[in-house]
């Protein structure tokens, strides 16, 4: 979840409580990502068994976000999800496209100076 969508949880939070609605709304149990770090997280835990794993990991992790994010929108149309649920699971999907389209520059900026090398 990225930092705007942290500040409009507390804030949301924060006035459910002042306005008396009692404790407040708990978190999702299985949100892929929690915080901005996760998938770099990801990497460095799966790094140990091999870059192989960790890539995989990641992007099976990519598309689990993604996923989320969709169905939470559907159902938030269908009118069966509220909507701080909707704003964090697409929050979290555009996070996780982010974090891919900058990986996938790495690697083809790291592509290119390759090709540039004198053999």
């Given at each position: 979840?990225?930092?705007?969508?942290?500040?409009?949880?507390?804030?949301?939070?924060?006035?459910?409580?002042?306005?008396?609605?009692?404790?407040?709304?708990?978190?999702?149990?299985?949100?892929?990502?929690?915080?901005?770090?996760?998938?770099?997280?990801?990497?460095?835990?799966?790094?140990?068994?091999?870059?192989?794993d960790?890539?995989?990991?990641?992007?099976?992790?990519?598309?689990?976000?993604?996923?989320?994010?969709?169905?939470?929108?559907?159902?938030?149309?269908?009118?069966?999800?509220?909507a701080?649920?909707?704003?964090?699971?697409?929050?979290?999907a555009?996070?996780?496209?982010?974090?891919?389209v900058?990986?996938?520059?790495?690697?083809?900026?790291?592509?290119?100076?390759?090709?540039?090398?004198?053999?």
């Open positions: 979840m990225d930092i705007r969508s942290q500040y409009a949880l507390r804030g949301y939070e924060a006035a459910k409580q002042s306005a008396g609605g009692g404790a407040a709304t708990p978190q999702a149990p299985n949100k892929p990502y929690g915080d901005a770090n996760a998938l770099f997280d990801i990497l460095e835990k799966d790094a140990s068994a091999g870059p192989t960790a890539v995989k990991s990641a992007a099976q992790t990519f598309v689990t976000t993604v996923m989320e994010g969709e169905k939470t929108a559907n159902a938030a149309i269908a009118g069966k999800a509220d701080l649920s909707m704003v964090e699971a697409l929050a979290a555009e996070l996780a496209m982010e974090t891919a900058t990986v996938r520059d790495k690697v083809v900026e790291a592509y290119q100076e390759i090709l540039r090398m004198p053999v």
